[in-house]
């Protein structure tokens, strides 16, 4: 009862924070381990479980979601639906050990660039680049759709990070478009993650119910907030506290 009040608690956390901020993985992870799931294995389940809850924000956010940037929303999709596959399959032949040794620095690495984003972008703009081209988006895209096919904790803050590198400014239009994106990343992750043998099933239901429930109200949370400027800081310090966190452990 113990691990069940536990999972249920850190699904619906989990996608509460998927939906306003990312980086409910940062919760969801930890509890599988917790209750006796090997990383790996942790991870993929969080993957999978996460899906129910980035398709009911993005729901919630449909009304929000344009255009902006050098690519449309196909060439996104496409690139990441190429770049889950990639990460996806660089997951499945990664040790355990190694995995966990990696966690930390990716997630301080998402932190920095969602923090340094408005600043980096404000200079490129002062130099006369503007938002980034075709290229560079579309290479943006892509290495962050692999490091969300290898690993979910923090997809959400790369994906806010990429987006405002790339010319993004509606932070509201963002969180839709972030949690569309992160569902199908999982979606094509997490049919590898089956295919391999990671899923553990029991734990992965009782996330996915609760993600869900936690999504939809996250997303309508969001989309209340007027400030989005404290929106983002928010985000800045949830990523810095799970980064600090995972450092530790």
Known sequence: MTDLLLLCLAGGAAGLLNAVAGGGTFLSLPALIYVGVPPVAANATATLSALPGYLSSAWAFRGDMKTEGALGLRAILGLAALGSILGALLLIVTPGETFLWIVPWLLLLATLLFA??????????????????????????????????????????????????????????????????????????????????????????????????????????????VR????????????????IAFFVL
């Open 228 to 243: 989005t400027d404290l929106l983002r800081w928010f985000i800045t310090l949830v990523g810095a506290a799970m980064t």
């Open 116 to 225: 340094c984003g408005p600043f980096l972008l404000k200079a490129l703009r002062q130099r006369g680049g503007g938002a980034a081209g075709p290229v560079v988006s579309a290479t943006a895209i892509l290495a962050v759709s692999i490091y969300g096919g290898y690993f979910n904790g923090g997809l959400g803050i790369m994906l806010l990070a990429a987006f405002s590198l790339l010319g993004h400014t509606d932070l509201h239009g963002m969180n839709g478009l972030k949690n569309l994106l992160s569902a199908v990343l999982s979606l094509i992750s997490a049919g590898a993650f089956v295919w391999a043998g990671l899923i553990a099933w029991e734990q992965a239901l009782i996330l996915a119910v609760s993600a869900t429930a936690g999504g939809y109200a996250g997303a309508r949370l969001s989309r209340r907030i």
